[in-house]
């Protein structure tokens, strides 16, 4: 298998798109073991890959996320938050991290969620007087709720991968998305103290009730999904297209949707789209070398020969899968490594739909985490801050985003309250 992992790590240091080094890596294994003959097998790999009905809600999830943001949901939530909390010191900070919640409870992307907030709240901290590293740094960091507070894209594919319920993964990921908020607003409020940071004019009573009232139904959207997929009114699949029906009604009453802008989210969600489902067909290609090579048994072996504790496992597990999300998209490494992660998950015994909310935090964290973090990428390039400096704001926020991994490791309540409660 050295080769595989030659070709593919000389692929992407050469620029090479993830997709394409995933599947030309893969099949050129293939010819160099000896196995040209079964290279005929991979088109029928990759469309069985993509070929599941419930990834539906990728496309439709994305399109009511789109139809939002391009509606002026975006700018609504910041305004929310900012009647919430904005008065506070600093209360910027505070209003980035409950928009990130907020906008989260839409999108289900950190990359999208970094995008769209990072353009509005990076100039907004700056103009408070907050370092533009430090809120380059708050933006790629709170952003890691956006695939953990349902609807998540990458909970999705996990539970299509390993035959989880996406309904309780979901219910799994509101703990984990709380903690981290609860952990950032924490920190921001410190700093903020620490700094002198400005206090800013508290709204209204009268505003505060207009920003609730117009940001209220776009909010009301991942109670509407999770509330009607736990009651079973619908499946996640129609979830996703009643939240795209949604969208559009909100957005049409308020006015805010036009055709052009309709047809705008159209574009921007059939390339996102495309590009993960590209992703998936190409990563069943090395699923499938992987399980032809036997590489999760040589693994789980190799890992039992250093130990047997469980507890030790997860922690290298977890340390495997925080590297991994430093380079790699989630849905890439979930695609790869699923074989491997069913392996650990049977070996630790840990209940599935925690194991499952243990492994989505571990690799969307890696997205923030230094030094090659695409969320501190984004957000140093909407800031126009040198990395270097987002990284250092950066390390103790990742810090609160761990222990709280550290967290929902060790302690199965803490996710499996909500899915408990609700059976």
Same mark, same amino acid.
């Given at each position: 298998?050295? $080769?595989?992992?030659?070709?593919?790590?000389? !692929?992407?240091?050469?620029?090479?798109?993830?997709?394409?080094?995933?599947?030309?890596?893969?099949?050129?294994?293939?010819?160099?073991?000896?196995?040209?003959?079964?290279?005929?097998?991979?088109?029928?790999?990759?469309?069985?890959?993509?070929?599941?009905?419930?990834?539906?809600?990728?496309?439709? !999830?994305?399109?009511?996320?789109?139809?939002?943001?391009?509606?002026?949901?975006?700018?609504?939530?910041?305004?929310?938050?900012?009647?919430?909390?904005?008065?506070?010191?600093?209360?910027?900070?505070?209003?980035?991290?409950?928009?990130?919640?907020?906008?989260?409870?839409?999108?289900?992307?950190? #990359?999208? @969620?970094?995008?769209?907030?990072? $353009?509005?709240?990076?100039?907004?901290?700056?103009?408070?007087?907050? /370092?533009?590293?430090?809120?380059?740094?708050?933006?790629?960091?709170?952003?890691?709720?956006?695939?953990?507070?349902?609807?998540?894209?990458?909970?999705?594919?996990?539970?299509?991968? $390993?035959?989880?319920?996406?309904?309780?993964?979901? +219910?799994?990921?509101?703990?984990?998305?709380?903690?981290?908020?609860?952990?950032?607003?924490?920190?921001?409020?410190?700093?903020?103290?620490?700094?002198?940071?400005?206090?800013?004019?508290?709204?209204?009573?009268?505003?505060?009730?207009?920003? &609730?009232?117009? #940001?209220?139904?776009?909010?009301?959207?991942?109670?509407?999904?999770?509330?009607?997929?736990?009651?079973?009114?619908? &499946? /996640?699949? @129609?979830?996703?297209?009643?939240?795209? =029906?949604?969208?559009?009604?909100? =957005?049409?009453?308020?006015?805010?949707? &036009?055709?052009?802008?309709?047809? @705008? %989210?159209?574009?921007?969600?059939?390339?996102?789209?495309?590009?993960?489902?590209?992703?998936?067909?190409?990563?069943?290609?090395?699923?499938?070398? !992987?399980?032809?090579?036997?590489?999760?048994?040589?693994?789980?072996?190799?890992?039992?020969?250093?130990?047997?504790?469980?507890?030790?496992?997860?922690?290298?597990?977890?340390?495997?899968?925080?590297?991994?999300?430093?380079?790699? @998209?989630?849905?890439?490494?979930?695609?790869? &490594?699923?074989?491997?992660?069913?392996?650990?998950?049977? +070996?630790?015994?840990?209940?599935?739909?925690?194991?499952? #909310?243990?492994?989505?935090?571990?690799?969307?964290?890696?997205?923030? #985490?230094? /030094?090659? =973090?695409?969320?501190?990428?984004?957000?140093?390039?909407?800031?126009?801050?040198?990395?270097?400096?987002?990284?250092?704001?950066?390390?103790?926020?990742?810090?609160?985003?761990?222990?709280?991994? %550290?967290?929902?490791?060790?302690?199965?309540?803490?996710?499996?309250?909500?899915?408990?409660?609700?059976?």
């Amino acid at each position: 298998m050295s $080769s595989f992992f030659l070709l593919f790590a000389g !692929f992407l240091a050469t620029g090479v798109p993830i997709a394409l080094a995933l599947g030309i890596a893969g099949t050129a294994y293939l010819y160099l073991s000896g196995n040209g003959m079964m290279a005929l097998m991979l088109p029928q790999r990759m469309i069985a890959g993509v070929d599941q009905f419930v990834l539906l809600t990728i496309p439709l !999830f994305l399109l009511a996320g789109a139809l939002m943001n391009v509606g002026g949901v975006t700018e609504r939530i910041v305004t929310f938050a900012r009647a919430m909390v904005g008065h506070r010191r600093g209360g910027m900070s505070s209003v980035s991290i409950l928009s990130s919640g907020f906008f989260a409870g839409i999108s289900g992307s950190a #990359t999208a @969620e970094a995008s769209a907030l990072g $353009s509005i709240l990076i100039p907004s901290m700056a103009k408070q007087g907050m /370092p533009p590293a430090y809120a380059a740094a708050l933006i790629a960091v709170s952003s890691v709720m956006g695939p953990i507070i349902p609807p998540s894209i990458t909970m999705i594919i996990y539970g299509v991968l $390993s035959g989880a319920s996406i309904g309780q993964l979901f +219910l799994a990921g509101i703990m984990p998305g709380i903690g981290i908020a609860a952990g950032l607003l924490i920190y921001a409020s410190w700093r903020a103290r620490r700094d002198g940071f400005p206090v800013t004019p508290r709204m209204t009573g009268r505003e505060r009730l207009a920003a &609730t009232r117009r #940001t209220l139904p776009a909010l009301l959207l991942p109670l509407i999904i999770l509330v009607g997929i736990k009651a079973g009114i619908f &499946t /996640p699949t @129609e979830a996703a297209a009643v939240a795209v =029906g949604y969208a559009l009604i909100i =957005g049409f009453i308020y006015r805010d949707l &036009t055709l052009s802008r309709v047809w @705008e %989210a159209l574009i921007a969600t059939a390339l996102v789209s495309t590009s993960i489902l590209f992703i998936t067909s190409m990563a069943s290609i090395v699923s499938f070398v !992987f399980t032809l090579e036997q590489v999760p048994q040589l693994i789980a072996d190799a890992m039992l020969s250093l130990t047997e504790n469980p507890w030790m496992i997860l922690l290298l597990l977890n340390i495997f899968l925080l590297v991994l999300g430093m380079f790699l @998209e989630p849905i890439s490494i979930l695609i790869l &490594t699923m074989p491997i992660l069913m392996k650990f998950q049977a +070996l630790i015994g840990m209940d599935p739909v925690q194991f499952g #909310t243990v492994v989505v935090l571990n690799v969307v964290i890696g997205m923030a #985490t230094p /030094p090659v =973090g695409i969320l501190l990428f984004i957000a140093s390039a909407i800031s126009g801050e040198p990395v270097g400096k987002v990284i250092r704001e950066a390390m103790p926020l990742v810090g609160i985003c761990l222990l709280v991994l %550290a967290v929902i490791a060790l302690v199965p309540q803490v996710s499996l309250f909500f899915p408990s409660f609700l059976n």
